[in-house]
């Protein structure tokens, strides 16, 4: 089972920029579908951004100002945030599973803790 592990949240201004990182452990990474959800105060958790084999994908809030990348070699994934706003305030998860469909409909085998983005207006 792999263990994933969030880092880089953290209190911004509004139209600022965050990285966040998920770094992944105890599993093959190259063979793991992999993806960032949100989960604001009240609300329920959404699919930001993800990894297939093949593409990547983002859901309609990220596109355009969220980028996403892994780094085989270092076992870890990113979340580049540009342009922030405050409705982007949340806990950002980090999720792996062997098969995309489980990570965007949010049924991975592993999630991560989570790292808290607080976006100030």
């Known amino acids: 089972q792999v263990q994933l592990v969030e880092s880089g949240g953290g209190l911004v201004q509004a139209g600022g920029s965050l990285r966040l990182s998920c770094e992944a452990s105890?599993?093959?990474?190259?063979?793991?579908?992999m993806g960032w959800f949100r989960q604001a105060p009240g609300k329920e958790r959404e699919f930001v951004s993800g990894?297939?084999?093949?593409?990547?994908y983002y859901a309609d809030s990220a596109k355009g100002r969220f980028t996403i990348s892994r780094d085989n070699a270092k076992n870890t994934i990113y979340l580049q945030m540009n342009s922030l706003k405050p409705e982007d305030t949340a806990v950002y998860y980090c999720?792996?599973?062997?098969?995309?469909?489980?990570?965007?409909?949010?049924?991975?085998?592993?999630w991560g803790q989570g790292t808290l983005v607080t976006v100030s207006s």
């Open positions: 999720a792996a599973d062997r098969q995309f469909m489980d990570v965007r409909q949010g049924r991975a085998d592993a």
């Open positions: 105890g599993g093959t990474f190259s063979s793991y579908a």
């Open positions: 990894f297939s084999r093949y593409s990547t």
